[in-house]
């Protein structure tokens, strides 16, 4: 991954939710079934970087009234003023799943915690490098999609590229709120524009930037509970062609009823028409009707919440009756894989060894005592000018500092010295958006940034403490470099010095051979 130079210290403190600490956050990287490592990829402003601070406020690193509008993830100045993702970043949120819920997750699991790793990724094509890197090191992916312009050309790119390395993807569909709010659609068009967008799959939708989203799980746990009836069996009613008939109180798949009356939608009806009654109650100033509706819904406002009116008092009660996290957090910790259980169809691809060695086996079974393999996808520039963080993931093992470890360069080759060191980590750390926090060690099935390795690799690598290793697969790119420029020295006799740029994946340097005191770059 990549993150700001400039806000990226050890020395910074490192900001968590006052019942969580960085020793609880390292008990739980000990439960690798516990453990979602995911990306956020979407089209550039598709909302991707609003919907991560949604998530971030659950374990309070943000207040929840500045989520929708403080950039936590954006640590460059540069990303602050352009309001767009220029460079991924990680930051890890706890989650406890509701122990109800605990059957539906279809994976092996220690208890209801949840350390779920994320990083916000560009969405602007000319950062595509940025989401390989971040793709590499995670499992599952968030894709979020623009309710209005729908699935777009980067939309695809990256949802390519997470398939390409077997990611499986979640999908939530964003911006709602201007979907009601500006272009005033009806129930049925809302329904149809879902359902071009995406046909089946788990999906999510709500609004990033007012702090709210729902599931249709979500809305059969309602139901199920107040008509107690089975949650599964609600679910498939919710979507689809499936009309409930009030009169007869029977389901039909048949849109009208047997004396020839139009019947409704079941989404619609179950599901879009308390969103819209909210909507119209709100936006149309129906003070009348707003309390009774909160009171119905069981939301209770603030004292300092009730003088609220118009668009102001419509986020904080639509983010009251569905808070985005919740529905978010939930569907990854329900449908994305655990490292335990990614890393067992995951190995073919990441590791270029014979599937029978030492490593494989450690990275299959996410094995925390087995050798170490780590890969490091990213250089993160550090507040110190020239130093770096290796940041990447450790896929078997624990990494500490102290014990030597052989750092392979991707151009390694078994048996060579070419690309080879043997050195130690001077420390590991904890990277939470523009923070860092110190950590003992890292198991296998966690991100983690290391300290004392920059000298050594220039963009990505594998570290490994076996003596006859293979290295990780290297980083598949979208895009090549399609401008070369030459640079030499001004005097011949001088050497040419590292021509390279460590934050740039994609950026390729070679040396001429003819003539020595010349250097190419291809970006």
Same mark, same amino acid.
């Given at each position: 991954?990549?993150?700001?130079?400039?806000?990226?210290?050890?020395?910074?403190?490192?900001?968590?939710?006052?019942?969580?600490?960085?020793?609880?956050?390292?008990?739980?990287?000990?439960?690798?079934?516990?453990?979602?490592?995911?990306?956020?990829?979407?089209?550039?402003?598709?909302?991707?970087?609003?919907?991560?601070?949604?998530?971030?406020?659950?374990?309070?690193?943000?207040?929840?009234?500045?989520?929708?509008?403080?950039?936590?993830?954006?640590?460059?100045?540069?990303?602050?003023?352009?309001?767009?993702?220029?460079?991924?970043?990680?930051?890890?949120?706890?989650?406890?799943?509701?122990?109800?819920?605990?059957?539906?997750?279809?994976?092996?699991?220690?208890?209801?915690?949840?350390?779920?790793?994320?990083?916000?990724?560009?969405?602007?094509?000319?950062?595509?490098?940025?989401?390989?890197?971040?793709?590499?090191?995670?499992?599952?992916?968030?894709?979020?999609?623009?309710?209005?312009?729908?699935?777009?050309?980067?939309?695809?790119?990256?949802?390519?590229?997470?398939?390409?390395?077997?990611?499986?993807?979640?999908?939530?569909?964003?911006?709602?709120?201007?979907?009601?709010?500006?272009?005033?659609?009806?129930?049925?068009?809302?329904?149809?524009?879902?359902?071009?967008?995406?046909?089946?799959?788990?999906?999510?939708?709500?609004?990033?930037?007012?702090?709210?989203?729902?599931?249709?799980?979500?809305?059969?746990?309602?139901?199920?509970?107040?008509?107690?009836?089975?949650?599964?069996?609600?679910?498939?009613?919710?979507?689809?062609?499936?009309?409930?008939?009030?009169?007869?109180?029977?389901?039909?798949?048949?849109?009208?009823?047997?004396?020839?009356?139009?019947?409704?939608?079941?989404?619609?009806?179950?599901?879009?028409?308390?969103?819209?009654?909210?909507?119209?109650?709100?936006?149309?100033?129906?003070?009348?009707?707003?309390?009774?509706?909160?009171?119905?819904?069981?939301?209770?406002?603030?004292?300092?919440?009730?003088?609220?009116?118009?668009?102001?008092?419509?986020?904080?009660?639509?983010?009251?009756?569905?808070?985005?996290?919740?529905?978010?957090?939930?569907?990854?910790?329900?449908?994305?894989?655990?490292?335990?259980?990614?890393?067992?169809?995951?190995?073919?691809?990441? *590791?270029? +060894? /014979?599937?029978? =060695?030492?490593? $494989?086996?450690? &990275?299959?079974?996410?094995?925390?005592?087995?050798?170490?393999? #780590?890969?490091?996808?990213?250089?993160?520039?550090?507040?110190?000018?020239?130093?770096?963080?290796?940041?990447?993931?450790?896929?078997?093992?624990?990494?500490?500092?102290?014990?030597?470890?052989?750092?392979?360069?991707?151009?390694?080759?078994?048996?060579?010295?070419?690309?080879?060191?043997?050195?130690?980590?001077?420390?590991?750390?904890?990277?939470?958006?523009? *923070?860092? +926090? /110190?950590?003992? =060690?890292?198991? $296998?099935?966690? &991100?983690?940034?290391?300290?004392?390795?920059?000298?050594?690799? #220039?963009?990505?690598?594998?570290?490994?403490?076996?003596?006859?290793?293979?290295?990780?697969?290297?980083?598949?790119?979208?895009?090549?470099?399609?401008?070369?420029?030459?640079?030499?020295?001004?005097?011949?006799?001088?050497?040419?010095?590292?021509?390279?740029?460590?934050?740039?994946?994609?950026?390729?340097?070679?040396?001429?051979?003819?003539?020595?005191?010349?250097?190419?770059?291809?970006?």
């Amino acid at each position: 991954m990549s993150f700001s130079s400039a806000l990226f210290s050890d020395r910074c403190p490192l900001i968590f939710p006052s019942n969580l600490t960085v020793d609880q956050i390292r008990e739980l990287m000990d439960r690798p079934t516990n453990i979602r490592n995911m990306s956020a990829i979407a089209h550039v402003d598709h909302g991707k970087s609003t919907l991560t601070y949604s998530l971030v406020s659950k374990p309070g690193i943000i207040a929840g009234s500045k989520a929708g509008d403080m950039r936590f993830t954006d640590t460059r100045d540069d990303e602050k003023e352009r309001g767009i993702t220029i460079k991924s970043t990680a930051i890890s949120v706890y989650f406890e799943v509701d122990k109800e819920d605990l059957p539906a997750i279809k994976q092996k699991t220690v208890g209801n915690e949840f350390l779920i790793n994320l990083i916000d990724s560009p969405g602007h094509v000319d950062s595509s490098l940025e989401v390989t890197a971040a793709l590499r090191v995670t499992d599952g992916a968030l894709v979020v999609i623009d309710c209005i312009e729908g699935v777009c050309v980067q939309t695809e790119t990256v949802l390519r590229q997470a398939l390409t390395e077997r990611i499986k993807p979640v999908v939530i569909i964003n911006k709602v709120d201007r979907a009601l709010l500006e272009l005033q659609v009806d129930k049925e068009s809302l329904y149809q524009s879902f359902q071009c967008t995406i046909e089946s799959g788990t999906v999510a939708f709500g609004s990033g930037l007012h702090r709210w989203g729902f599931t249709l799980r979500q809305f059969a746990a309602r139901y199920a509970k107040k008509f107690g009836v089975d949650k599964e069996n609600m679910m498939t009613k919710l979507w689809g062609d499936n009309f409930f008939n009030p009169a007869t109180r029977k389901w039909t798949t048949v849109g009208t009823s047997a004396d020839g009356k139009p019947l409704e939608r079941a989404f619609n009806s179950f599901v879009l028409e308390p969103i819209f009654k909210i909507f119209d109650a709100v936006m149309n100033f129906k003070k009348d009707a707003i309390g009774p509706m909160l009171e119905k819904l069981e939301i209770k406002l603030a004292q300092d919440e009730r003088d609220l009116e118009g668009k102001a008092l419509l986020k904080v009660v639509m983010r009251k009756f569905l808070p985005a996290d919740d529905s978010l957090l939930e569907m990854i910790v329900i449908n994305l894989p655990s490292p335990a259980t990614a890393q067992r169809y995951r190995v073919e691809t990441l *590791y270029e +060894g /014979p599937m029978d =060695d030492e490593s $494989a086996i450690g &990275i299959r079974d996410c094995d925390p005592k087995g050798p170490i393999v #780590l890969y490091v996808s990213k250089m993160v520039p550090t507040s110190d000018k020239g130093r770096f963080y290796a940041f990447g993931r450790v896929f078997s093992g624990t990494v500490k500092s102290g014990p030597k470890i052989r750092i392979q360069g991707p151009n390694y080759l078994p048996g060579k010295k070419d690309g080879l060191f043997v050195k130690s980590v001077q420390r590991t750390v904890l990277m939470m958006g523009r *923070y860092v +926090g /110190p950590i003992e =060690d890292c198991p $296998a099935g966690n &991100i983690v940034g290391l300290v004392g390795l920059d000298q050594f690799l #220039l963009k990505s690598g594998t570290l490994t403490t076996l003596e006859t290793p293979h290295n990780m697969r290297v980083m598949r790119f979208s895009v090549s470099p399609v401008v070369q420029v030459a640079v030499e020295v001004k005097n011949a006799a001088d050497t040419v010095q590292d021509a390279g740029d460590t934050t740039q994946p994609c950026l390729l340097v070679f040396y001429s051979h003819h003539r020595p005191h010349q250097a190419h770059r291809d970006m």
